[in-house]
């Protein structure tokens, strides 16, 4: 019941939400929920009445770390690679370098040898941007 009032009232927060529940049966946790939400809607609309309150939904601007300009060059996790990509003769023997190295990582974190694999970690994450980046350009 509390989780079906929590994502009930996650979707009021949006003057548009609307909550859609399918079940083969109509328990009576649903029911609960109902309920409780339409109890909660009323005084809301109480609240909004008496105070004059036209309900609106937030508006927020995108942060600029979610926009395509910060994307568009390797980091320096792909700059500390040491293979140039010209070195590998397709995507494949890139992807079996970072399989390889992921089998490595998975080993050193294993044996608690914890600094090795975020070093791995990193040459990991460098080699897939040098995928997205130099194999793009060059497709």
């Known amino acids: 019941t509390r989780s079906l009032i929590q994502t009930c009232g996650r979707a009021a927060r949006n003057v548009n939400g609307k909550v859609f529940m399918y079940?083969?049966?109509y328990t009576e946790s649903m029911r609960k929920a109902v309920e409780e939400t339409s109890r909660r809607r009323k005084i809301q609309e109480r609240?909004?009445?008496?105070h004059h309150i036209t309900p609106t939904s937030v508006e927020k601007r995108i942060s600029g770390a979610f926009l395509?300009?910060?994307?568009s060059q390797p980091d320096d996790h792909a700059k500390q690679i040491e293979e140039p990509v010209?070195?590998?003769k397709s995507g494949e023997d890139l992807e079996?370098?970072?399989?390889?190295?992921?089998k490595?990582?998975?080993?050193?974190?294993?044996?608690?040898?914890?600094?090795?694999?975020a070093m791995i970690r990193d040459q990991i994450k460098g080699l897939?941007?040098?995928i997205i980046f130099d194999f793009a350009a060059t497709s």
């Open 128 to 130: 897939k941007q040098l």
């Open 68 to 71: 395509p300009q910060h994307y």
């Open 104 to 117: 490595e990582m998975r080993e050193a974190s294993k044996s608690l040898a914890f600094e090795k694999a």
């Open 47 to 50: 609240f909004n009445q008496l």
């Open 96 to 102: 079996k370098l970072i399989m390889s190295l992921e």
């Open 23 to 25: 079940a083969d049966i």
């Open 86 to 88: 010209s070195e590998f």
